[in-house]
């Protein structure tokens, strides 16, 4: 494989050690990173938070289970897409793990293709999430570096205003909203007025979408 896969980790849980090897030497055939642990709680206590990649957990296991296991990976920041696995798994079972955010639950014994394409699609995943993600804080850092001025005149841009518009809403004239509106866009680095909007959008500036 290439180096698409290099910054990214297949973490692989499961507490049958011939599982576990037999997984590591799939998954490294086809030129995938991996990591391998024996329980939960040991890749909670060794996990470098920032690490990109994706799981593939066993569902029973002695102690913490991976059901278990999936509810506490928000309490350890992470954020990885998950693949649960298991040998004596039931429709309630695959039904929880998907609600609480699993990507896929695969029944053992499964062909060794279909676990190689859906770790492919979680890794896939994951760097979707950490390009939206580096966006996102691009678009914030920009956002904390207008002046509060700045900031109003770009609430009432994207709401349509015209610049007088602004400047009537504002109490000020026009040349200083289009002096502050300058930069803005400058300092947001946006070119056009589409690309303000979305700015505008990504940062919850628009009436129904979310913040950041």
């Keep these: 494989m290439t180096s698409n896969n290099d910054a990214q980790t297949v973490f692989v849980i499961d507490d049958d050690t011939d599982v576990r090897d037999s997984l590591k030497w799939l998954l490294e055939s086809v030129g995938l990173n991996v990591q391998t642990y024996e329980n939960a709680m040991t890749f909670f206590e060794t996990f470098d938070v920032g690490a990109s990649g994706c799981i593939v957990m066993d569902v029973r296991m002695p102690g913490l289970s991976g059901i278990n296991a999936q509810k506490k990976l928000p309490e350890y920041n992470i954020e990885l897409p998950v693949i649960m696995i298991s040998a004596h798994g039931n429709v309630d079972m695959a039904v929880t793990a998907l609600t609480q955010g699993a990507i896929t639950f695969i029944e053992k014994p499964f062909d060794d293709q279909t676990l190689i394409d859906h770790v492919h699609n979680a890794l896939e995943k994951d760097r979707a999430r950490s ?25 009432l841009i994207v709401k349509g205003l015209s610049n007088q518009e602004a400047a009537d809403e504002l109490g000020i004239n026009r040349k200083t909203v289009e002096g502050h509106r300058a930069n803005m866009t400058a300092k947001m680095k946006v070119d056009s007025f589409a690309e303000l909007v979305q700015v505008a959008i990504a940062l919850g500036l628009v009436q129904g979408i979310t913040s950041l």
């Design 131 to 155: 390009v939206y993600r580096r966006s996102q804080s691009r678009i914030r850092d920009c956002y904390d570096r207008l002046t509060r001025r700045e900031r109003q005149v770009l609430e």
